[in-house]
Nanobody, 116 residues
Framework: QVQLVESGGGLVQPGGSLRLSCAAS????????MVWYRQAPGKERELVAA???????NYADSVKGRFTISRDVVKNTVYLQMNSLKPEDTAVYYC??????????WGQGTQVTVSS
């Protein structure tokens, strides 16, 4: 079995920073893409940032220049550094990974609230 576990969410004031982590564990052979999504109340889930096994990254326009996705291949972990947070960044953030032999897996989500 494999699982993804997110951490690092919380309450932060506008302009603040948070770093989310997503660790994949279990019988992992290799990880292809790792992606962060978010879902705000009443809205559809949207892609925030993606990282491929080849090192390419992709960001939603709304977070470009503020968020950075990175990966630790040894630890099977992906991070999302979020700076200059805005109230509209408030959402549940989910990690998604494409695991060789297992397909797509989701984490349980972590709440990020940006409020003064």
């Amino acid at each position: 079995q494999v699982q993804l576990v997110e951490s690092g969410g919380g309450l932060v004031q506008p302009g603040g920073s948070l770093r989310l982590s997503c660790a994949a564990s279990g019988s992992i052979f290799s990880i292809n893409a790792m992606v962060w999504y978010r879902q705000a109340p009443g809205k559809e889930r949207e892609l925030v940032a993606a990282s491929t096994s080849g090192g390419r990254t992709n960001y939603a326009d709304s977070v470009k220049g503020r968020f950075t996705i990175s990966r630790d291949v040894v630890k099977n972990t992906v991070y999302l550094q979020m700076n200059s947070l805005k109230p509209e960044d408030t959402a549940v953030y989910y990690c998604n990974a494409d695991l060789t032999g297992w397909g797509l897996r989701w984490g349980q989500g972590t709440q990020v609230t940006v409020s003064s």
